[in-house]
């Protein structure tokens, strides 16, 4: 338990759906973050949050699209998907300035059909 | 563009000495990290290198040296436990923590 939870743990869409994905952190951090974690390939850094305001965006579709509504919370929006979106996304967490440690969710296992 | 290298499997016994290396070209460079990621499980820090040299954490020591554009990650007494993906990551966004991470090295501790 890494004080970073996200749900669902499993989702299956068709790719008309539209779905959410929600983190949420209990451990005081100011920045959260979005990965995207597929077979053979390393984690990709998708989208960052540090005190609330997004600072990156790693050209990211727009088929994904993130949400931080307060520090502790952010949602991953995902609509007209494609099968190469499935993955495992990660949520993390930090506190800004410490020496790169962060804090992962379990994520979520996405198949898009 | 941004890349890491590490090796993508090692195999060692119970009780052994491991070191996975990782090599790294990037446009900044704010610290070498290490992770550990059990099967199905969620990536765990293990260490931090801002500096050159070395760092001990128990049985896991990390190095590095930013001259080469290299470090490793030592684990001592292996154990069974130990079996996972290790990630070398490199911070690039200064304060808020931004990292690029490597491909993974997948480590089977055998008896």
Redesign the interface.
């Known amino acids: 338990e890494?004080g970073?939870t996200q749900t669902p743990r499993h989702l299956v869409m068709g790719m008309t759906n539209k779905k959410s994905l929600k983190c949420e952190q209990h451990l005081g951090h100011n920045?959260m973050y979005w990965y995207k974690q597929s077979a053979?390939?390393?984690?990709?850094?998708m989208f960052?949050y540090?005190l609330e305001e997004r600072?990156?965006n790693n050209s990211v579709p727009s088929r994904f699209s993130p949400e931080c509504p307060n520090s502790s919370h952010l949602f991953l929006h995902l609509h007209t998907l494609q099968p190469e979106d499935s993955a495992l996304y990660?949520c993390a967490s930090?506190q800004?300035?410490?020496?790169?440690?962060?804090?992962?969710?379990?994520?979520t296992r996405l198949t898009v059909l | 563009g941004q890349s890491l290298e590490q090796p993508s499997e090692v195999t060692a016994v119970e009780g052994a000495i491991v070191q996975i290396n990782c090599t790294y070209q990037t446009s900044g460079f704010y610290g070498l990290s290490w992770y550990q990621q059990h099967d199905g499980g969620a990536p765990t820090f293990l260490s931090y290198n801002g500096l050159d040299g070395l760092e001990e954490t128990g049985r896991f020591s990390s190095f590095l040296s930013r001259s080469d554009s290299y470090g490793y990650l030592l684990l001592q007494e292996l154990q069974m436990k130990d079996s996972a993906s290790y990630f070398c990551a490199v911070g690039y966004g200064g304060a808020t923590n931004k990292l690029i991470f490597g491909t993974g090295t997948l480590l089977a501790v055998q008896p």
């Open positions: 890494t970073v920045a053979k390939k390393p984690l990709e850094l960052v540090s600072v990156e990660l930090s800004v300035g410490t020496d790169n440690e962060q804090f992962f969710g379990p994520g």
